[in-house]
């Protein structure tokens, strides 16, 4: 950022903060309150994702735009569009991070999900809207299509076709709520000596803990919905305790794994992946093209 730049961030700031009624001297206390720093996260991480799939993916077959959109009970707002430009399908794309302090080394085989060993990430992905009243309950079954009762032991989850694609940080998993010197709460980068291993696995470049920090949120994985939500095909199983069908349900569970595997097992050389069906978005071209043959 430059000068003329640097200026005109001050003056916008200082232009939204008047038109809301927010002191300035207070902005850097509302922003990093705990109850608001996931949020503004979570927005950018929207706006990073956008940039990098527009830099991935090719312009001429592919336009990719960042929807303004005022979400409302029962309508889905679409984080990212993705859209082929010789069919006109259009891919959406929703952004989740990966839970907070979600990052664990499985101590226990568990059936349709790890073996003892593996590394997991698990990812944050549950509606923020429950809907509880009887008429809205109604409607959103009816929109989800299922019955008011498979509707209402999986409230806050989505259906594989609420949106087609997952996005997702995994930096968020090595972050966790520590308190200062002072006593207020703050989130902070703190991996786990697991946590440390795992990250030197893919190869980050040498630098501080800052520039450690930045390099594992920008490791971004995809999945496709269909993937992610519980039926036979993807062999992932519910485990909502009132699902009457555990197994074929069609909801998407609120903390999907990334399953790394044993990477104790992998040469030095060897950057651990995914096993369960997540790819790299680096790979996002060729995920696209196969997204586009299943909707």
Not at 106 to 119: E, F, L, V
Not at 177 to 183: A, F, Y
């Amino acid at each position: 950022m430059n000068k003329l730049q640097e200026e005109q961030w001050i003056t916008d700031i200082r232009e939204y903060c008047r038109s809301l009624n927010i002191s300035t001297s207070d902005l850097y206390k509302i922003v990093t309150d705990l109850k608001v720093a996931p949020m503004i996260r979570g927005k950018a991480f929207e706006f990073s994702t956008y940039s990098r799939l527009k830099q991935i993916l090719p312009s001429e077959e592919w336009t990719v735009t960042k929807p303004i959109m005022n979400a409302q009970t029962g309508i889905h707002d679409i984080d990212i569009k993705v859209k082929h430009n010789l069919t006109g399908k259009i891919i959406s794309v929703e952004c989740k991070l990966a839970g907070k302090g979600r990052f664990r080394v499985a101590k226990q085989t568990q059936p349709g999900i790890a073996s003892k060993g593996d590394y997991l990430i698990s990812v944050k992905c549950m509606r923020s809207r429950t809907t509880k009243t009887p008429a809205k309950v109604e409607s959103a079954a009816r929109l989800f299509g299922v019955s008011k009762e498979a509707f209402l032991a999986h409230s806050d989850q989505y259906r594989a076709l609420s949106f087609n694609v997952v996005a997702t940080s995994i930096g968020n998993a090595f972050y966790e709520t520590i308190e200062d010197d002072d006593g207020n709460l703050m989130y902070c980068f703190q991996p786990t000596e697991d946590g440390k291993r795992f990250i030197k696995k893919l190869q980050p470049p040498s630098g501080s803990e800052a520039v450690l920090q930045e390099f594992v949120y920008n490791k971004i994985y995809l999945a496709s919905s269909l993937d992610l939500a519980v039926s036979d095909e993807s062999g992932v199983v519910c485990g909502k305790r009132d699902c009457s069908d555990k197994y074929n349900c069609g909801f998407i569970p609120n903390y999907p794994v990334i399953n790394f595997g044993n990477i104790e097992a992998l040469p030095d050389n060897i950057i651990p992946s995914p096993k369960n069906r997540w790819v790299e978005i680096e790979k996002s071209l060729a995920f696209f093209e196969a997204i586009l043959e299943r909707i």
